[in-house]
């Protein structure tokens, strides 16, 4: 039976920052010249990235954004619950996984800038993200709890569950 540990130890997954597990697959050896992109890019980034990610049970990816729209694909396990709060200070809930008629969709694409969040809704949830452009973690912020409640302090019970 594929489990949590099987998808860790075969795709060779390592901690990742926000919270889970993840390995780079795939970065475009082409780049987009820094002059080419908005000014919220200080380098050059590649054309794309993607990486697989794994969630387990007990664990959370923790608010954060990144300055690249994330397109969200859905592989094995559990669906995926992901929280945005987007550029409207709307929060909205994404349901990651292979139900549609449930509206639980397999691919969810996350805008750039907006801070998002994400647990698995069972024992584990294994998803591919790709970033376009290019990831790096010069683009990554992770959210300070504080900052963001004051900033959305309506949201205060879902961001203090989802910072550390």
């Not at 075969?10 to 597990?21: I, Q």
């Not at 050059?44 to 690249?68: G, M, P, Q, V, W």
Request: glycine share 6%.
């Amino acid at each position: 039976m594929r489990n949590a540990e099987y998808w860790i130890k075969h795709l060779k997954l390592l901690p990742h920052p926000e919270g889970g597990y993840f390995k780079e697959v795939y970065r475009s050896d082409e780049e987009i010249a820094k002059e080419s992109l908005p000014d919220r890019y200080p380098d050059n980034r590649s054309f794309s990235t993607s990486i697989y990610f794994l969630l387990e049970k007990d664990d959370f990816s923790a608010f954060h954004r990144i300055k690249s729209d994330e397109i969200w694909h859905f592989y094995d396990g559990d669906p995926v619950s992901i929280y945005v709060i987007d550029n409207n200070g709307k929060l909205v809930n994404y349901e990651l996984g292979l139900s549609p008629d449930k509206g639980i969709l397999p691919q969810v694409t996350i805008p750039a800038n907006n801070y998002f969040a994400s647990r698995s809704t069972g024992s584990f949830s294994l998803v591919g993200c790709t970033v376009s452009p290019g990831f790096d973690f010069a683009d990554f912020e992770m959210a300070n709890r504080n900052a963001l409640i004051n900033s959305h302090s309506k949201y205060k019970k879902i961001i203090e569950q989802f910072t550390r």
